[in-house]
């Protein structure tokens, strides 16, 4: 019987992202830890109101192995209890100081659609805006430019800030919310280029649950491939996410394996950044995929030498 050659699988590729001079790619894939300055996040055992809890989930998170440090004031679903700018900034720029000092090379990002927050970060060394609704404040990617930080851009459906989507709808297959999605990220990549952001500090972020049902999150993200065709790093943030907890009717603490899954998948189809409440796991599953990848080699190489 005569059988094919086997090939290489022909893998999606996106370019490196590089930021306060560390750069990310295929071989060297990004945690992104997150860290909520709230008392109301959907996870709860990722509340960090008060500053020491937060510095210790810091500490933790680096220890675990975390490059990138993601720190947010406002939980991002309406359930959650009003937080005015200053407000805001009275949670995240007192940790964002502290994670400076003690980590001087560690990557710093913050999650707000606030331009106002994002300018006081940035006197701190803010690395990264993590623009989570999709330039709701068409001033915050300018911000970013001036602070010579980089800035992820995501996909809402349209929706406003703190708003959980209802009667989602968008155009019939074939395309459909993919199609949206990329348009989108597209757009808010030209813009942020436009705006002086270098495209190797640009991040897309499909942005799964947000302004999407569990099976507009499902399609998204087995179609992590066609995102790597626009040409800029992809962030996944994935973790615990209700499209996990709906496909397995699981709450928040019970969504591990199925963030973890997820992020194997993802990171099989060419995103290289994770937002992750679990850095440890995450690590060691993105590393794993990039070495079944053949993007690194093994740590090890001793059996049957």
Not at 40 to 54: P, V
Request: hydrophobic content about 40%.
């Amino acid at each position: 019987m005569d059988l094919p050659a086997p090939h290489e699988p022909d893998l999606p590729r996106t370019p490196p992202l590089r930021l306060r001079g560390t750069t990310f790619d295929a071989s060297r894939p990004a945690v992104m830890a997150i860290i909520n300055r709230t008392s109301d996040s959907f996870f709860a055992d990722n509340r960090h109101a008060d500053l020491g809890s937060a510095q210790a989930a810091l500490e933790a998170a680096v220890a675990a192995g975390a490059d990138i440090i993601d720190v947010g004031g406002v939980r991002a679903g309406q359930e959650g209890e009003a937080v005015s700018a200053q407000q805001e900034m009275d949670r995240v720029l007192p940790f964002l100081e502290t994670a400076r000092s003690q980590f001087p090379g560690l990557v710093l990002s913050l999650d707000t659609w606030r331009s106002e927050v994002a300018l006081e970060a940035g006197r701190v060394g803010l690395d990264l805006v993590n623009d989570t609704w999709a330039g709701h404040d068409p001033e915050l990617v300018g911000v970013a430019a001036s602070i010579g930080a980089g800035v992820v851009c995501s996909h809402t459906g349209g929706l406003p800030p703190r708003t959980d989507p209802v009667g989602v709808r968008y155009p019939p297959e074939p395309g459909g919310v993919v199609v949206d999605v990329m348009r989108t990220l597209a757009e808010g990549a030209r813009r942020a280029e436009q705006a002086g952001i270098p495209a190797e500090r640009i991040l897309v972020d499909p942005t799964l649950d947000f302004g999407k049902t569990t099976a507009h999150s499902l399609r998204v993200l087995r179609h992590t491939g066609d995102l790597a065709r626009l040409g800029y790093p992809i962030l996944q943030a994935l973790s615990r996410k209700d499209f996990v907890g709906e496909s397995l009717d699981l709450p928040p603490e019970e969504r591990l394996e199925g963030t973890l899954a997820a992020t194997a998948i993802a990171a099989w189809l060419g995103a290289t950044v994770f937002r992750a409440h679990d850095v440890r796991a995450t690590r060691r599953v993105v590393d794993m995929v990039a070495v079944i990848r053949g993007d690194r080699p093994p740590r090890l190489a001793l059996r049957g030498s």
